[in-house]
Nanobody, 130 residues
Framework: QLQFEESGGGLVQPGGSLRLSCTAS????????IAWFRQAPGKEREGVSC????????YYADSVKGRFTISRDNAKITVYLQMNSLKPEDTAVYYC???????????????????????WGQGTQVTVSS
């Protein structure tokens, strides 16, 4: 069973920064498309950012463009979400999700269709408040 977990959440003031990590346990993420989703209380889970399995494409929700950056480490074990200029509306539980994409055209794409992602972490809370 593939396992990975999110970390790096916490309480931060508006305008502050956090870096979330999605770390694999016992395997590497180099053939996986990875996405970050978030869910605020009473709201639907929404896509935030994703990176293709070949790392050549990234995608961001309009609400976070220019503020968030997704990246993958060289060891292909961890995917990061750097979050800058945080706003109270960014408060949510953040989840990473993985889809196995070892070949074909899907290697070079990513998106926010939840059913595509077979593997999900447990989530990490991000609270933006003064």
């Amino acid at each position: 069973q593939l396992q990975f977990e999110e970390s790096g959440g916490g309480l931060v003031q508006p305008g502050g920064s956090l870096r979330l990590s999605c770390t694999a346990s016992g395997f590497t993420l180099d053939y996986y498309t990875i996405a970050w989703f978030r869910q605020a209380p009473g709201k639907e889970r929404e896509g935030v950012s994703c990176i293709s399995s070949t790392d050549d494409n990234t995608y961001y929700a309009d609400s976070v463009k220019g503020r968030f950056t997704i990246s993958r480490d060289n060891a292909k074990i961890t995917v990061y979400l750097q979050m800058n200029s945080l706003k109270p509306e960014d408060t949510a539980v953040y989840y990473c999700a993985a889809a196995y994409r070892p070949g074909g055209s899907y290697q070079h794409t990513c998106g926010f269709v939840r059913r595509v992602y077979a593997y999900w972490g447990q989530g990490t809370q991000v609270t933006v408040s003064s």
